[in-house]
Structure formats: structure tokens, C-alpha cells
């Protein structure tokens, strides 16, 4: 209540608002210097509070000391400045907050004036609303107090006894709310009711997606290991095969090393020779030369045969075997791969008759197979397998898929 009074204090005559920049003058009465200014500029020079008359446009002195206390105030109380929502409609001095709205008077009540407010059945209270307009008709002024079903327009009772709505089927506000909170819900609860579906078919989703997820990641992780252990193979196969390329071509050189220090010898010898001939051709002495022992045929026969003592070999033959051999480990390593990555139900895989070995019988559904002491003469091809192996098939409309089989 202090603070009531002390507000009351610091408002402006004229605007009824807390000062801005107080002035005074010289009755000794305070204004807002915006508001004073309006007033003298009418040509009246009195004091709106007193009525002093002055002379002249009297001089506006600014009130310090009051600008403060008013700042003062305003920091104390600043709930009363920030109030937001609807006030009381006669709470003017200070805003209170509404606690209720009355439809017939179209005004906000706080608690004070609503305990002082009508109980008048045409008194009706409401939530607080700045809307109060809304709830009375636009053509009769009076409260909506009924809904024309027909129209589906919420009427007065004017609109129903001799307006455009006469004769129409019309229910109490009351009853046509809750028919309608009624269809409401029924649409409400057919909304939960697919959602509760739509939510569990995300969820099925949800599942199936992190199944794909894991048997993707997995799958991933086996190609991977294979791959790895497919480069590992054909490391190992590489070193092996230059390895023994390294091998046989030291041993070639070895050979031909040998042969080229035989035939520099024999070169050697041969020279020797040829320079005795000529000193003998050279000579002048019939019976030195006669008296020379016979010097025969120089070709030496050993020599004849050329290249035999390589052993008429140059790896070449080598080289294609070792192709080969690495094109059926590939082979056999895709045939690896055809394992892995195509599981099958034994009830739907035959076997392929052209990759069997030739150890092997075959039943004549192609779907079991028989260990024999007796070798099959199958045609050879580059599928078939040498010992104990079988390749499996599954026929499709499209694709062909196989898997490997060993049986020991």
C-alpha cells in the first residue's frame, strides 16, 4: 500500500503516467515536460493543476531531484512496469492482472473487482480475453448464447427468434461444444490409433535397416579377410615362382659359363695351331717341314653338336608351365571365392558333372557322389578338378551360382 501511495505521488496530473523529465513551475506544481509543453502551446498559460494564471509562457525548471526519485522508484518496483497479459480494466492507477472477463460489461476484472462485480445470470465471467467483441453478435450486439447447426454459426438469441436464422435447428453452446469435443476425440483417438501403427512400422524399419547394417558390415569384414589372405596367396606364389626363375636361370648361367670357358680353352688351342702352320707354310726348308709331325684334321668332332652341351634347354618350356600353374592357383582361388559367398541348402544344389574328378561317380539326380578306386575318363577341360573335388551348381532364371565341394 506504501508503494501504492508513493506511485500516486510520482504520476503526472496530465497523463497520469510516472513523470518523464519532470519540470516545474513557479506554483510549485510538477509535469512531464512533453505534457506541459502541449498544454501551453494552446496559448494557455495557467497551471493545469492549480489554475494560476501567468503573464507570459512561464519558464519550465527542471525538477532534479524529483527526476531521480522517480528513476529510483522505477528500479524498485520494475514487476509493476513489466507486467504483461490482460489487466484489470479499472485498476487505472497501477496495472493488476485480470483474473476474469465479464462478456456483458466487455471488461477484465482482478480479484478486488470481481468481488464487487455482479452475480447477475447475464453477467457472464469468462477467462480473461482482450477479445470480448468476438463474443457478442456483429449484427444485434447481444452475447452468442446458441449454434445453428444448419449455418454452423454460433447466433444470439435475436438471430435465432427473428434473424436470417428463424426456423433453423439451433442447441445451447454447451451441447454443441461437447458434440464437437466428442467428434474431436473420436478423430483424436483413430489419429493415436495409426500412429501407434505408423510408429511400430517405423520401428519394424528401424530393425530391418540395422539387420541389412550388420549382415553389410559382416559381409564387408569377410571380403575383406579375403582379399587379404588372396594377396597373401599370390605374394607367397610370386616369390615362389621368381624365386625359381632366380634358381634356374644361376643355373643356366653356371652352364653356359662352363661351356664359354671350354670353348675360349679350345680357342686358345686352336691359335697355338694356326700360328705353328704358318711358320711351317713360312719356312723354306722342304725337309724341315716333311720332318714335321702330321698335324691332321683341326676340327675338333665335340664341336659339331653346337649348342648340346646346354643341354638344348632355355627355360622356355619352364616359363609355360609355370603360366599355367599360376592360372589354375587363380582358378582355384576364385573357385575359393565361389564358396564363400555362395551359401546354398544342400536340397537345391547339383552337382557339375564337368568339374568332377575323374576319381569320382555321380548319381544321376547330380545330387550325390561316390569315391572310386577306378579312374572315370572324363574329358579334360580347365574346370575339372584333380582328386576328391566336385564344383556344385543351383539353377536359376538368370544367375548361375556355385560352391566347391572337397570329399575326402
Known amino acids: 500500500m506504501a508503494s501504492a501511495g508513493l506511485r500516486k505521488e510520482l504520476e503526472c496530473s496530465i497523463c497520469l503516467n510516472l513523470y518523464t523529465d519532470p519540470v516545474t513551475l513557479r506554483c510549485g506544481h510538477n509535469f512531464c515536460r512533453v505534457c506541459i509543453d502541449q498544454v501551453l502551446n494552446t496559448g494557455v498559460y495557467s497551471c493545469p493543476e492549480c489554475r494560476e494564471e501567468f503573464q507570459g509562457r512561464p519558464a519550465l525548471i527542471r525538477n532534479i531531484t524529483l527526476s531521480n526519485v522517480v528513476e529510483n522508484f522505477r528500479s524498485t518496483e520494475p514487476h509493476r512496469e513489466e507486467i504483461t497479459g490482460i489487466c484489470c480494466t479499472y485498476c487505472f492507477h497501477s496495472p493488476v492482472p485480470a483474473v476474469k472477463s465479464c462478456l456483458m460489461c466487455e471488461a477484465s476484472l482482478c480479484d478486488n473487482h470481481l468481488k464487487l462485480h455482479s452475480k447477475g445470470a447475464e453477467h457472464v465471467l469468462t477467462d480473461p480475453s482482450t477479445s470480448l467483441e468476438t463474443r457478442k453478435c456483429s449484427v444485434h450486439k447481444e452475447l452468442l448464447k446458441y449454434y445453428c447447426t444448419e449455418d454452423a454459426a454460433c447466433i444470439c ?18 451441447e454443441a461444444s461437447e458434440k464437437k469435443k466428442e467428434k474431436m476425440r473420436n478423430v483424436l483417438q483413430n489419429l493415436n490409433t495409426k500412429r501407434e501403427k505408423t510408429e511400430e512400422r517405423v520401428r519394424s524399419l528401424e530393425e530391418q535397416r540395422r539387420k541389412v547394417k550388420e549382415k553389410s558390415s559382416g559381409e564387408a569384414k569377410r571380403v575383406t579377410a579375403l582379399f587379404i589372405d588372396i594377396r597373401r596367396r599370390v605374394d607367397d606364389l610370386e616369390k615362389r615362382i621368381l624365386s625359381d626363375i632366380s634358381r634356374r636361370e644361376e643355373q643356366v648361367s653356371l652352364s653356359l659359363s662352363d661351356v664359354i670357358q671350354n670353348r675360349e680353352i679350345k680357342m686358345d688351342e686352336m691359335s697355338r695351331k694356326m700360328r705353328h702352320i704358318e711358320e711351317l707354310c713360312n719356312m723354306t726348308d722342304p725337309l724341315t717341314v716333311l720332318q714335321e709331325p702330321d698335324t691332321g684334321d683341326l676340327c675338333d668332332p665335340e664341336e659339331e653338336g653346337g649348342d648340346e652341351d646346354t643341354g638344348g634347354h632355355d627355360g622356355s618350356d619352364r616359363c609355360e608351365e ?86 575326402r
Do not use: W
Request: charged share 20%.
Open 322 to 407: 609355370l603360366i599355367s600353374h599360376i592360372s589354375h592357383t587363380l582358378s582355384a582361388m576364385i573357385r575359393d571365392i565361389n564358396v564363400i559367398f555362395s551359401v546354398q541348402d544342400p536340397a537345391d544344389i547339383l552337382l557339375d558333372v564337368n568339374t568332377a574328378a575323374n576319381n569320382l561317380l555321380i548319381s544321376g539326380d547330380l545330387k550325390a557322389e561316390t569315391r572310386t578306386q577306378i579312374t572315370v575318363n572324363r574329358p579334360e577341360t580347365a574346370e575339372r578338378f584333380q582328386y576328391n573335388q566336385v564344383m556344385g551348381r543351383r539353377r536359376l532364371i538368370s544367375v548361375r551360382h556355385k560352391a566347391g565341394f572337397t570329399f
Open 157 to 174: 438469441v435475436s438471430c435465432s427468434l427473428a434473424g436470417e436464422h428463424r426456423g433453423h435447428r439451433v442447441e445451447m453452446l454447451d
